[in-house]
Every structure is written in structure tokens, then in C-alpha cells.
């Protein structure tokens, strides 16, 4: 099955800084999607970005299917932030089988 | 316009017992999905229902887990006689469609004592 990567593991940084989260994927997909979990355990949407790029507020995301990655930004850190980011695929056409990475686990510190 | 309903939030039960989560989908959307994320891992896909069909089950246990998605009411997902390493969070997504984007409940968290 499809392989979802994601980098780096952990991520401390300071209130303010900007981070770059990556997915890597190891096949074609017709759907990619980021999600927060928050310390509390709900997952919330943050981007359905099977290709290009988006923007919402202080996040951005581009996905470069072609070459089988995508990037999510944040820009501005704040502590409520923190929390494990997850980049979820789709492999198969009409599967709707996302299939997770591990996450990153980002802690901004005040 | 409510988003995934997902109950309860938190269940105990004792080893042998039977579990039952409930999921309501958001309104329009008529294919559900469950996912369960074991401690310190990510979400790992379950089955996916249409109304009073299951569509993809591969990702369910042999034994013991069923799940359905009647034509009136919220989709359930079945664990007997649960053991501790059913000990997880389950959730819930829904779709309008069989493709396009998911929508997540909040989960429910089952403990097994």
C-alpha cells in the first residue's frame, strides 16, 4: 500500500517562529488532506489539498503531486499551536481510504 | 449546520463487555468512515458505509468488530467482549460524497479495564 511519510518527528520552537512540516507520499493520490490534533485529541481540518497551494490566516499548504510531497506552513507561531499535525492520503479512486502519516508533534513554547 | 456527532466521548468497560460508539454525520452527507488511533500512533482506516451497506471493511478485525449504517439513525460501531488492547480512540468522518474531503468527529475514547 501507499507509504505516507512525515518530517520531522518533533518540532520545539519558540512563540513566534515559523515552521515547515513535509509529507512525503510514495505513489499517486487523488486526495491529500492536513489535520491538527490538538492536546485534547480532536482532529480538526485544516487543508483538503490534493494539489496547488492555500492559504488561511497565519497556515498555508502546497502540494506538488507530481513529485509526491506536501508542505504546510506556519507562519507567526502561537502556543495553541502545539498539538500533532497529520497529513492523510488518498490512494486508490474511489477507495476513500485515507491512509495516515505519523504526525509531527509541535510544541511552541511562550 | 452541526458537524460529525460523535458518542459518547469517553466509554469504560471491563474486559468482556460490549462497547457501542455512535456516529451521526453531517447533514447531507450519506458516507461514514471509522478510524481507530491506538496510543502515540496515527488514525488507521476501519470501513467505510454508505446507508445499509458496508462499501470497505478491510481494515476491521475478523472477529468481534462490526459496524453498520442503518437508513434511520446514526452509523454504530460494535466491539464484544472487548480485551485491553481494543483500549483506543475512535472516530468518526463522514463525506458527501465517495470522494472529496472528510470531515472528523471528536472521537470516542474507549478504555478497557
Known amino acids: 500500500g501507499i507509504q505516507v511519510e512525515q518530517s520531522p518527528p518533533d518540532l520545539i520552537l519558540q512563540e513566534g517562529a515559523n515552521s515547515t512540516l513535509r509529507c512525503n507520499f510514495s505513489d499517486s493520490v487523488n486526495n491529500l488532506q492536513w489535520f491538527h490534533q490538538n492536546p485534547w485529541g480532536q482532529l480538526i481540518n485544516l487543508f483538503y489539498?490534493?494539489?496547488g497551494t492555500k492559504q488561511n490566516g497565519r497556515l498555508s499548504a502546497t502540494t506538488v503531486a507530481t513529485e509526491r510531497y506536501s508542505l504546510l506552513y506556519i507562519s507567526s507561531s502561537q502556543t495553541t499551536d502545539s498539538g500533532v499535525y497529520f497529513c492523510a492520503v488518498e490512494h486508490d479512486q474511489g477507495a476513500q481510504k485515507l491512509v495516515f502519516g505519523q504526525g509531527t508533534r509541535l510544541t511552541i513554547n511562550p | 449546520n452541526a458537524g460529525v456527532m460523535q458518542n459518547p466521548r469517553h466509554l469504560v468497560r471491563r474486559r468482556g463487555q460490549e462497547a457501542r460508539l455512535r456516529c451521526s454525520p453531517m447533514?447531507?452527507?450519506?458516507?461514514v468512515y471509522w478510524y481507530r488511533q491506538l496510543p502515540e500512533e496515527g488514525l488507521k482506516f476501519m470501513v467505510y458505509l454508505q446507508k445499509e451497506n458496508i462499501i470497505d471493511e478491510s481494515g476491521m478485525p475478523k472477529e468481534r468488530f462490526s459496524a453498520e449504517f442503518p437508513k434511520e439513525g446514526p452509523s454504530i460501531l460494535r466491539i464484544q467482549q472487548v480485551v485491553r488492547g481494543d483500549s483506543a480512540a475512535y472516530f468518526c468522518?463522514?463525506?458527501?460524497?465517495?470522494?472529496?474531503?472528510?470531515?472528523f468527529g471528536e472521537g470516542s475514547r474507549l478504555t478497557v479495564l
Open positions: 489539498i490534493p494539489s
Open positions: 447533514k447531507g452527507h450519506s458516507h
Open positions: 468522518a463522514s463525506s458527501p460524497g465517495n470522494t472529496g474531503e472528510l470531515f
